[in-house]
Every structure is written in C-alpha cells, then in structure tokens.
Nanobody, 123 residues
Framework: QAQLVESGGGLVQAGGSLRLSCTGS????????MAWFRQAPGKEREFVVV????????HYAESVKGRFTISRDDAKSTVYLQMNSLKPEDTAVYYC????????????????WGQGTQVTVSS
C-alpha cells in the first residue's frame, strides 16, 4: 500500500529552523508532483510549496517564499522542506502530498497524503 510519512516537526523559537521529511513507500513516486500543505488551528488547509522535478519547476506560496526550500533525495525516496526564519504564523500541521499529474496548488487534486507533522513556533 502506497503511503507517505512525514517527520521532523517540533517546537522551535521564532527565527529558528526545522527540516521536515516526507518518505514514500509502497510504490515509486518518481515523476510525481510533490507538494507541502499546512493547516493551522481553526483554518483551512493551505498550499505551501509544489515541485515537479520532471520539468524543473518549484512554486512557493508568497508567505514562505525566500524562507522555505523544497528538495529531494531519490536514493532515500524522501522529499524535504527546509524551513528557515520561522514565524509564529507558520505554526500548523504540515502535510506532504503527491499526485501523478501536473503542478497544482489545489489540495483536492492530490492522490496521496501523509499523516501530518506538527510545527509549533513560539514567539
């Protein structure tokens, strides 16, 4: 059974950094569009970043541009989200997602989801 598993969340002070990991198993996700979304308490899930390494394009939400970076390690079947200069408003559960189609910022278009990892940024 194909699945994605996130890790790396935690509690960090404002201005700090965290690196989230998303490891795929059960099938190959090579060629898939990979994305990170987040959901803060009482809010809808929102887009953070999407990447297609097949066409070499990454697209970031304006709120994280310049602070977050998506990358991957094919040998480990893992996608990373490096988060720097964290702010209290970055506090949320972070989810990775995968889809076989093209780039999309719409979470409804993703086929595979991880269980989420909590990121809490204190002021």
């Amino acid at each position: 059974q194909a699945q994605l598993v996130e890790s790396g969340g935690g509690l960090v002070q404002a201005g700090g950094s965290l690196r989230l990991s998303c490891t795929g198993s059960g099938r190959t996700f090579d060629g898939f569009t990979m994305a990170w979304f987040r959901q803060a308490p009482g809010k809808e899930r929102e887009f953070v970043v999407v990447s297609s390494w097949t066409i070499g394009i990454q697209h970031y939400a304006e709120s994280v541009k310049g602070r977050f970076t998506i990358s991957r390690d094919d040998a480990k079947s893992t996608v990373y989200l490096q988060m720097n200069s964290l702010k209290p408003e970055d506090t949320a559960v972070y989810y990775c997602a995968a889809r076989a189609g093209h780039l999309s910022t719409n979470d409804a278009e993703y086929d595979y989801w991880g269980q989420g990892t909590q990121v809490t940024v204190s002021s």
